[in-house]
């Protein structure tokens, strides 16, 4: 596979589930990143990770964990979730160097009931 | 803070027709622009970018040109195809930092 894949697609999960996002990606970048898109909304840059060290945090509430156990591999673990919290979460990856010059999975869509 | 104003769609144009996204921001310094495509199905792709003041960033027939003046690196494209039809997102990103800061984005439906 090339590229940034993500699993999984769709997700649907009650308010009192567990679960986590994936993402990976083949490209050799040493940089990840979680957005998440709202409808009518900006994309929200949520987590940035360099070289599997979390950089940032953009006010992002605890109940969205971000791991990142090597530079190819990002997970987000989800619990407690609120129905807002429905949206599409978007990972990214690109070279610190070039962070304008990222490369997005084609993401997950995230339905809290 | 910094953000990226874009014009509303969705922009309907016919096979050949010329092609303008309005896109202006807001800045502390000077940050570089960018303009990425998402087809449907597909993640965000970057589209081009520009660095720095009149530098004008084009690929794919799709041009967009840096104006410090006015704020705006509006994208244009003199013949849009049906395979354009996708959404573009205009993006800012101060230099020093790893932050994108998005647009909402603007829908282009091309019909043949």
């Known amino acids: 596979e090339t590229g940034v894949t993500q699993t999984p697609r769709h997700l649907v999960m009650g308010m009192t589930n567990k679960k986590s996002l994936k993402c990976e990606q083949h490209l050799g970048h040493n940089a990840m990143y979680w957005y998440k898109q709202s409808a009518k909304k900006p994309l929200e840059l949520m987590f940035v990770y360099n070289f599997k060290e979390q950089t940032e945090n953009n006010s992002v509430p605890s109940r969205f964990s971000p791991e990142c156990p090597n530079s190819s591999h990002l997970f987000l673990h989800l619990h407690t979730l609120q129905p807002e919290d429905s949206a599409l979460y978007l990972c990214?990856?690109?070279?610190?160097?070039?962070?304008?010059?990222?490369?997005f999975g084609q993401g997950t869509r995230l339905t809290v009931v | 803070g910094d953000s990226v104003t874009q014009m509303e769609g969705p922009v309907t144009l016919s096979e050949e027709a010329f092609l303008t996204i309005n896109c202006t921001y807001t800045a502390t310094g000077y940050p570089s622009l960018f303009w990425y495509v998402q087809y449907p199905g597909e993640g965000l792709q970057l589209l081009l970018k520009?660095?720095?003041?009149?530098d004008k960033g084009s690929n794919k027939g799709f041009e967009a040109t840096y104006r410090k003046e006015t704020t705006s690196f509006h994208l244009e494209k003199g013949s849009v195809q049906v395979s354009d039809s996708a959404v573009y997102f205009c993006a800012s990103m101060n230099t020093g930092f790893q932050k994108l800061v998005f647009g909402t984005g603007t829908r282009l439906l091309v019909s043949p």
């Open positions: 520009a660095t720095k003041a009149d």
């Open positions: 990214a990856s690109s070279q610190v160097e070039t962070p304008g010059e990222a490369f």
